[in-house]
């Protein structure tokens, strides 16, 4: 197969292209933060040597038999050999390769999605097979037999016989389908498989002794189900993750000990930022932009946001066929799509929600996504816009355009109803995030308008996101084209600076102290991109599926800032470092504190524990006097109520000293796989009492943080490892 050019290469040449004919100095000219992005766009899309540079190939894939069966028959080596995650693994990838019948919430690219028909029904032509499917189900069900996962096992058995599994074969899945729902307590439900698959064997009016071994098999299952007892030796798994449980689980056993909990709920939300707590609240200043302030004291752990993304992608590199491209979920026995082999789905319901929307425009282009290789955030902005038909989009852009200029920026991405909502499932609170354009350069603004150009040849030749009102394809106008790109220009911008990672916490249930997170794709999120940045913040992010979770994690005063990491710790980076990373990418200077007093990363951090002046939070001396305001810390400070417990010196070094105790043993439990309540309780007090009482920076209260984030990210979408 030739190798297909990426992003970098078409942009390259363009670049070569533009300095062998001298015109780099005649094209920089018309890029530039004093350019509007239609100007920019309208140039580059007229520019000859952009149309033959940038012009990208569409990559055609299909279903292919021979895949599906090379595919298998590597699965079936492994599962002969017992490695049952490797054989799962391969026969998922099978069963994405073959060949599948249309469903009728579906019609290839380009065409009109019938409604009408029952939503995943299934169409297959009479008398028509799908052998390869069909045995990549029926291969996949002995695994799940294996793996003691019977409801798995039941439901690909009866797919294989949907897709036209073999006839002479049907006694062998019968026989495991009836051990199955033996198993699972459904003894009549097994009873009936069985009759119905002694009656088969009766109807094909086989040699007596080519079925005398089937026939066998199933009348002593029979005899099972009339004493309703579990046949030995496939008991049910039970599968409770405890800690014990999973350090002792086998490796094949931990593959479905993975979890997508739902996420939490706002104990009371702010009715103007629905997906906000109602102890925030949004604040603007011309030197900080939009941020969130606390209402009121917020303790350690409190849920301060839960937001589904507006648009989010799975790593078309890896992910992609590991997760439901729908809701986020790891999927084990994915459900594939009927027309590509890249994309899975977790159930029929998420299938049909992401077939009869979003897949099936980006179905037949998803190939050359991935091998343009033009990174998360230009396949997140593409996505996006192939949510909102393009006829919406007409009327969408030029509204949000007035909004710009007559809005002020406080009220960017709020809705025009008598009383202002910042909803994050409206398109506008996407489109007018920060993109940063006066503070970008030409050859920034450059490249990412060539990105956009090639996306906007994407969305033309898909011939399914330029459609009429009857959903027919049409040849887009100049005009429809430079609507479209700029969208995905703006885009382009605004998400490097505004997308979240959606992750999944790899727990290693051999050292838990090894366990990290990882990106699984990227959303974008109106209510989190309103969250500054500091160094040393007060919240973090935690997926649950596709929803994200924003948490304090220490305990934040009422006026004071909720803040979130852009990615720079001070803990692991130093200042010099943090800031030309940030600059670079998010273009400010941050100023937060652990900037602005340059405060150690983790490793030069003291063990000690300073106790700060209560009044000014200036650190104390050791006769208990502030170093700035003078204030005695071993009289009562009775002044405001500042305190009102643990006034004395000594009263607060205990409670320090105790709380410290608790937290370690806590640590202990925790890295030992104990991720119940009362760590958490622990992990909060010893963070709120260093928060009020103790000078920062401190050892203790960062390796509380993060061993408090854990317990978080444990309690959101967790797959488990082991190391072998």
Request: with cysteine; glycine share 4%; aromatic share 8%.
């Amino acid at each position: 197969m030739t190798a297909v050019p990426c992003f970098e290469s078409l942009f390259s040449n363009l670049i070569k292209n533009l300095k062998e004919n001298d015109q780099v100095i005649e094209v920089s000219s018309h890029f530039g933060p004093n350019h509007s992005l239609e100007s920019m766009f309208n140039y580059l899309w007229n520019l000859d040597e952009a149309r033959s540079c940038l012009l990208p190939t569409i990559i055609v894939q299909k279903k292919s038999e021979e895949d599906a069966e090379r595919l298998r028959n590597e699965g079936n080596k492994c599962y002969q050999k017992k490695i049952l995650d490797k054989a799962l693994k391969l026969y998922n990838l099978s069963i994405m390769s073959a060949p599948h019948p249309r469903l009728s919430v579906y019609k290839p690219c380009g065409a009109t999605i019938d409604y009408n028909s029952h939503e995943g029904q299934e169409n297959h032509n009479e008398g028509q097979e799908y052998r390869s499917l069909a045995l990549g189900y029926a291969n996949r069900s002995a695994v799940f037999f294996e793996l003691g996962q019977y409801d798995k096992c039941v439901a690909d058995i009866d797919l294989a016989f949907l897709h036209g599994y073999p006839k002479l074969l049907h006694c062998k899945l019968a026989e495991r389908k009836s051990k199955c729902l033996i198993s699972l307590g459904k003894s009549e439900n097994a009873k009936q498989v069985l009759l119905d698959a002694l009656k088969e064997l009766d109807d094909m009016k086989l040699d007596e002794s080519k079925s005398k071994t089937s026939r066998n098999a199933l009348h002593d299952l029979l005899e099972a189900c009339q004493e309703n007892g579990e046949p030995n030796g496939f008991p049910v798994k039970d599968c409770n993750k405890s800690a014990s449980w999973l350090r002792e689980a086998t490796k094949e056993e931990l593959l479905f000990a993975y979890q997508i909990p739902e996420a939490p709920s706002l104990s009371q939300s702010n009715p103007a930022i629905p997906c906000l707590s109602d102890a925030v609240k949004l604040d603007f200043s011309p030197s900080q932009g939009r941020y969130l302030i606390a209402e009121r004291d917020i303790d350690p752990g409190e849920v301060l946001v839960v937001e589904k993304p507006y648009g989010q992608v799975l790593h078309l590199d890896s992910s992609l066929r590991t997760h439901c491209s729908v809701c986020f979920n790891r999927c084990l026995s994915p459900l594939p799509c009927p027309s590509c082999s890249r994309v899975i789905f977790c159930s029929s319901s998420c299938r049909n929600i992401g077939l009869s929307s979003n897949h099936s425009k980006e179905c037949c282009v998803l190939p050359t996504l991935a091998a343009l290789d033009m990174g998360k955030n230009a396949v997140l902005a593409y996505r996006i816009l192939i949510q909102i038909p393009f006829m919406q989009l007409k009327k969408l852009v030029p509204l949000y355009m007035q909004e710009a200029v007559e809005f002020s920026p406080d009220m960017l991405g709020f809705d025009n109803t008598a009383k202002p909502v910042y909803d994050s499932s409206d398109y506008r609170t996407i489109y007018h995030l920060v993109t940063n354009k006066n503070q970008r350069s030409v050859s920034d603004l450059f490249k990412r308008c060539s990105m956009a150009i090639i996306l906007s040849w994407i969305l033309k030749e898909s011939r399914s996101y330029f459609v009429d009102s009857s959903g027919e394809p049409y040849e887009p106008s100049l005009d429809d084209i430079k609507m479209a790109g700029c969208a995905l220009f703006t885009h382009l911008m605004s998400f490097p600076c505004n997308a979240h990672s959606i992750t999944e916490l790899q727990v290693d249930v051999s050292n838990f102290q090894k366990s990290s997170s990882q990106e699984v794709g990227a959303g974008a999120f109106g209510v989190l991109s309103l969250t500054n940045h500091s160094c040393n913040p007060s919240a973090a992010r935690f997926s649950y599926g596709s929803t994200v979770v924003l948490r304090a994690i220490r305990f934040i005063p009422r006026g004071a800032e909720v803040t979130d990491s852009y990615g720079e710790h001070y803990g692991l980076k130093p200042l010099s470092q943090r800031r030309s990373v940030l600059q670079q990418q998010y273009y400010f200077e941050c100023k937060c504190e652990a900037c602005e007093n340059n405060w150690p990363t983790y490793l030069s951090l003291s063990d000690k524990h300073k106790l700060k002046c209560l009044m000014c939070s200036k650190k104390i001396d050791n006769k208990g006097k502030c170093t700035k305001c003078k204030v005695s810390f071993t009289e009562l400070l009775s002044k405001n109520e500042i305190v009102p417990y643990m006034c004395k010196q000594k009263d607060v070094e205990k409670a320090v000293e105790e709380g410290v105790k608790n937290y370690e043993s806590a640590y202990e439990k925790i890295i030992s796989g104990d991720n119940s309540s009362e760590m958490k309780d622990s992990l909060c007090n010893i963070i709120s009492l260093i928060d009020k009482f103790v000078s920062q920076p401190s050892k203790t209260y960062f390796e509380a943080q993060e061993t408090l984030k854990h317990y978080f990210e444990r309690q959101g979408s967790c797959v488990f490892r082991k190391e072998v």
